[in-house]
C-alpha cells in the first residue's frame, strides 16, 4: 500500500489556494492534511498535524510568511517547507532560505515544476525555481567575494576535498553516504561542511546547493 505524504497548504488567496488543491488531489502519492490562510495558523498547524511538507506563501495576513517559517523550524529542525511566492527579489529569497526553507518556486510556475519541487523537497533535497536560481545567490556571492579578500572569487578559498563535500551535500546527500562514497569519517565530512559555510558565509544546505548552482558545480 502507498504511503501518502502529508501537505498542509498555507496560503491566504482562495482561488491559488483552490488550485493547490485540485493539483494535489489528483496525485495519488500526496494528501492534502489541512489549509491555513496566515502564519500564525501555519505554525499552530504544522505542530499539531506534523505534515511531511507545508506549501508556504510569504504574504498573509497577521504572522508574514518568513517569520513562520523561522518559527516552524526552530520547533521542528527536521520540517520541509517550500515556498510557493510571487516575489523574485534577492531579500525575500534569502531570508526564506536563512529561515530554513528546503526550496523555493514563483507562483507563475507550471504544474509540472510545482510537482517536481514537491516530490524533490520529499525527497530531502533542495528545490529552486529555475527562474530565481541566479538571483538566489547573487548577493551571497558578492558579500562573500568581499570576505574572501584577494581571491578572486569564493570558490576559489575551497579545498578541493571541499568542493567534493560541497557537490555531494548539494546533492541531496547526507554525511553518512559522503562519508563511505569519500572514505571519511562522518565527523570530517562535518567539519568540512563547518568550513564551507564559513568561507561561504551560508547558512544551510539549501544556501549550499544554491551556490553550487550558480556556480554550475551542479546543475538544476
Not at 498535524?49 to 510569504?58: H, Q
Not at 526552530?74 to 534577492?90: E, G, N
Not at 530531502?124 to 551571497?140: A, I, N, T, W, Y
Not at 558565509?201 to 544556501?207: F, G, Q, V, Y
Amino acid at each position: 500500500m502507498m504511503i501518502r505524504k502529508r501537505v498542509l497548504i498555507a496560503e491566504d488567496h482562495a482561488l491559488f489556494r483552490a488550485g493547490l488543491r485540485a493539483l494535489l488531489n489528483s496525485e495519488a502519492d500526496l494528501e492534502i492534511v489541512g489549509e491555513v490562510q496566515d502564519g500564525k495558523d501555519a505554525v499552530r498547524m504544522a505542530t499539531s498535524l506534523a505534515p511531511d511538507l507545508i506549501l508556504m506563501d510569504l504574504n498573509m495576513p497577521g504572522s508574514h510568511g518568513l517569520g513562520a517559517i523561522a518559527e516552524i523550524r526552530r520547533r521542528m529542525p527536521d520540517m520541509r517547507v517550500l515556498v510557493i511566492s510571487m516575489h523574485k527579489t534577492d531579500e525575500y529569497i534569502q531570508e526564506a532560505l536563512r529561515n530554513g526553507a528546503s526550496g523555493y518556486i514563483l507562483k507563475e510556475s507550471g504544474p509540472e515544476e510545482l510537482l517536481m519541487a514537491i516530490r524533490t523537497v520529499l525527497a530531502g533535497k533542495v528545490f529552486l525555481s529555475p527562474d530565481v536560481s541566479e538571483r538566489v545567490v547573487s548577493g551571497l556571492l558578492n558579500g562573500s567575494q568581499r570576505d574572501a579578500g584577494d581571491a578572486t572569487t569564493p570558490l576559489d578559498t575551497l579545498t578541493v576535498r571541499e568542493r567534493e563535500v560541497l557537490k555531494l551535500v548539494a546533492e541531496g546527500h547526507g554525511n553518512k553516504h559522503i562519508a563511505n562514497y569519500l572514505n571519511l569519517s562522518v565527523k570530517t565530512v562535518e567539519k568540512h561542511r563547518s568550513s564551507l559555510m564559513h568561507k561561504l558565509n551560508l547558512r544551510n544546505t539549501a544556501m549550499l546547493t544554491a551556490f553550487a548552482i550558480s556556480n554550475r558545480i551542479i546543475t538544476m
